[in-house]
T-cell receptor, first 107, second 118 residues
Framework: DIQVTQSPSSLAASVGDRVTITCRAS??????LNWYQHKPGQAPKLLIY???TLQGGVPSRFSGSGSGTDFILTITSLQPEDFAIYYC?????????FGGGTRVEIK | QVQLQESGPVLVKPSETLSLTCTVS????????WSWFRQPPGKGLEWIGY???????NYNPSLKSRVTISVDTSRNQFSLSLTSVSAADTAVYYC????????????WGQGTLGTVSS
């Protein structure tokens, strides 16, 4: 099975900051990597699929990059509504797997 | 836009079966896969399995022996059955729709907490 590791597990940032979250797969997954935002009590929200394709309706301050085993989610100019938990998910093969999550908190 | 809503008993006794249903609104089950996930308290997301609208399934091997996912296109619903539950199965259960091109998930339900307790 492919394991997915996220870092950091949490970070504190201020409104307007640039934030980067890293996801590493245990083997090459090409560009089969997706990112979600999850707020307590809400449904997870798809942000990016295929490593860098922005889902419709998602603000352009979110971007994704990477291929193979290493991927990055970048939030430029963090907004108050962006404080949440972010997950990456590999879709290269089943069983599908998520990273452990990165909690983005207010500094 | 497509909406998903989970429903089912919130409290199940150990060794019994947890059964949940996902009702899809503003869209058809046809043409794509529909999936179940769960998130135990304080832990990350886990994929349980998915079903194609024709009924073919793919399950997480870690749960395969206890899971059945079924679909009812006439009711625009799909369901999860998890047998022989224990406290480790206590989690928020989510249903979701697979995206058009790959195994990412573009619409999710709000989730329902399934608690296993005597």
């Amino acid at each position: 099975d492919i394991q997915v590791t996220q870092s950091p597990s949490s970070l504190a940032a201020s409104v307007g900051d640039r934030v980067t979250i890293t996801c590493r797969a245990s083997q090459s997954i090409s560009r089969y990597l997706n990112w979600y935002q999850h707020k307590p009590g809400q449904a997870p929200k798809l942000l990016i699929y295929a490593a860098s394709t922005l889902q419709g309706g998602v603000p352009s301050r979110f971007s994704g990059s990477g291929s193979g085993t290493d991927f990055i989610l970048t939030i430029t100019s963090l907004q108050p509504e962006d404080f949440a938990i972010y997950y990456c998910q590999q879709s290269y093969t089943t069983p599908l797997a998520f990273g452990g999550g990165t909690r983005v908190e207010i500094k | 836009q497509v909406q998903l809503q989970e429903s089912g008993p919130v409290l199940v006794k150990p060794s019994e079966t947890l059964s949940l249903t996902c009702t899809v609104s503003n869209g058809s089950l046809s043409g794509t896969h529909w999936s179940w996930f769960r998130q135990p308290p304080g832990k990350g997301l886990e994929w349980i399995g998915y079903i194609y609208f024709t009924g073919s399934t793919n399950y997480n091997p870690s749960l395969k022996s206890r899971v059945t996912i079924s679909v009812d296109t006439s009711r625009n619903q799909f369901s999860l059955s998890l047998t022989s539950v224990s406290a480790a199965d206590t989690a928020v259960y989510y249903c979701a729709r697979r995206g058009h091109y790959d195994n990412y998930f573009d619409y999710w339900g709000q989730g329902t907490l399934g608690t296993v307790s005597s």
